[in-house]
């Protein structure tokens, strides 16, 4: 189909925070207040560090202060993919930590096993299925990025399955695969925004305090106390957790290290059985391609395909602003590579379309620490893979604000931070001719030019 008659009533919102489940937002907080923890922001990461400081602790009295409403921003937006790995993959974590990668590929299993047994302790239904993710392979020259990842696993005792090409499309049927890796058990589906709303319910009952539209506008530190400022009130806090992800941070120093970058996202309609039989995709794995410029996708419970990814976007001067949550260019060139790959669903319409911003650092990876004497803790640079890894980077937080060292912060990936980006007006120059030389590398047999390999060289580098 046309991809401009395809995308025609798709609406210019996100799928999953379209649903009638979407709960009323809490009130707003209005007068003073103290508390022991105050957590900012409400999305994954501030939701998980709210619920585990009561799971910690039932006595402790936690405030959420959420901007404007729970899950709007990354959390609610995102693809559903709910890795283990904590290291935005395996090949970045062992690139960086070689000597620790054993520990946290085991600590990521132990996360997602963590996060399937929390949703069964509060009932949350959030379509969560343990399917795995198939990598495939759509070029020559990405059959062997597989085939070398599958070296560096070998070691690991990780359950991954090498597929050529008749088993990969037996799984999945498109005709552009030419091999595939099936991860099996480090990768979960779910429905993001649904798991927010479990998870501020669960907090709910264990009675943390949730304002929605509540923006803290300030910040202030009296060596005891931060008092944080909203439009109609403030609370006087003992402890501060910030999961503020991308938005202007109230810790200055956090805007070296992590920049927008936009990430969008198509949704079909349900398919019929019929359409899904010509796919084939009984083991609703979600799927990545290869490229540096890569797409992700999934089925949803309803059988929809959610198709995102590829193009990842830095807009000059690094602000988020809700115009840059649409780009229609972006949506023709994601439908046109939706049919590419999946011809016998050419009457298959888009029925959502939106984007996301994306927290990304330059170690791809998140990083944690403290500020105002230990009394402040924050976790950010999630890049686009925070989904699953934002409950780890929540116990961080709680174990640094307990002063007790754990295997957690003794991590050296914890400790470290990563390297910041070069100020504005050259960070702009720099990020895109980052992209450009990603984009000429996916059309050159992903042969990085000089640049890039200066980059890797320094542990640099730009993903989603
Ligand atoms: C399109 C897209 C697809 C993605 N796909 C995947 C995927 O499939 N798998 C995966 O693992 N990850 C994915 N990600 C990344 C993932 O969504 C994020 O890593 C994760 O949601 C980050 O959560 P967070 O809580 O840190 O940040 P956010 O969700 O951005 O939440 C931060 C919150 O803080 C609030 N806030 C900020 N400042 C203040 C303040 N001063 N006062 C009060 N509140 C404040 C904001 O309003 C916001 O609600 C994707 C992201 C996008 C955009």
């Known amino acids: 189909m046309d991809p401009l008659k395809a995308l025609a009533d798709a609406e210019r919102k996100p799928y999953w925070l379209d649903s009638p489940a979407r709960p009323e937002p809490r009130p707003r907080l209005f007068g003073h207040t103290d508390a022991d923890l105050v957590v900012i922001g409400g999305g994954f990461s501030g939701l998980w560090t709210a619920l585990m400081a009561k799971e910690r602790d039932p006595s402790l009295d936690v405030v959420l202060l959420e901007g404007r409403r729970i899950g709007w921003a990354a959390t609610g937006r995102n693809g559903g993919f709910c890795m283990a790995t904590l290291t935005h ?12 990668i054993d520990r946290l590929e085991r600590m990521g299993v132990e996360n ?10 509060y009932s949350v239904d959030c379509s969560f299925e343990r399917t795995g993710e198939l990598h495939v392979a759509t070029e020559p020259w990405q ?3 597989l085939n070398e990842h599958l070296d560096l696993i070998s070691d690991l005792g990780l359950d991954y399955r090498p597929m050529d090409q008749a088993q990969v499309r037996a799984e999945v049927n498109s005709p552009t695969y030419l091999g595939g890796l099936w991860e099996r058990s480090g990768c979960a589906m779910l429905d ?37 400022r909203t439009p109609h009130g ?3 806090a003992r402890h501060v957790a910030l999961g503020t992800g991308v938005f202007p941070p109230l810790l200055r120093r956090l805007r070296h290290f992590v920049v927008p970058v936009y990430d969008y996202v198509l949704m079909t309609e349900p398919l019929s059985d019929a359409q899904l039989a010509d796919v084939g995709w009984r083991n609703r794995q979600g799927v990545g391609d290869s490229g540096n410029q890569f797409h992700y996708y999934r089925l949803t419970d309803d059988n929809r395909i959610l198709w995102g990814g590829y193009d990842a976007v830095y807009y000059n001067g690094g602000l988020v602003k809700p115009e840059y949550d649409q780009r229609d260019e972006t949506f023709v060139k994601l439908a046109e590579h939706f049919y590419d790959t999946f011809p016998q669903l050419a009457d298959v319409r888009f029925t959502h379309r939106w984007g996301g911003v994306i927290d990304t650092c330059t170690r791809f990876s998140a990083f944690y620490g403290q500020a105002h004497g230990g009394r402040l803790v924050y976790a950010a640079g999630y890049t686009g893979m925070g989904v699953g890894a934002t409950r780890f980077g929540a116990n961080v937080m709680l174990d640094l604000l307990s002063g007790e060292p754990t295997e957690r912060t003794e991590l050296r990936m914890v400790r470290e931070k990563p390297l910041p980006f070069p100020p504005e007006p050259v960070r702009s120059g720099v990020i895109q001719f980052t992209r450009w030389s990603i984009a000429q590398a996916d059309q050159h047999e992903g042969r990085r030019n000089l640049w890039l390999r200066a ?8 993903d989603s």
């Open 234 to 236: 403030r609370v006087a």
């Open 143 to 145: 059959l062997e990025g």
């Open 112 to 121: 997602l096993d963590e996060i399937e047994r929390t949703l069964e302790r």
């Open 192 to 228: 993001p925004a649904r798991l927010t709303w479990g998870l501020r319910e669960a907090c709910l009952r264990l009675g943390v305090r949730v304002h929605e539209r509540t923006p803290v506008r300030s910040m202030d530190d009296d060596g005891t106390t931060l008092t944080l």
């Open 89 to 100: 993959g395996l090949a970045n974590g062992l690139e960086r930590w070689p000597e620790e």
């Open 455 to 462: 980059l890797d060289r320094m542990g640099l580098g730009f």
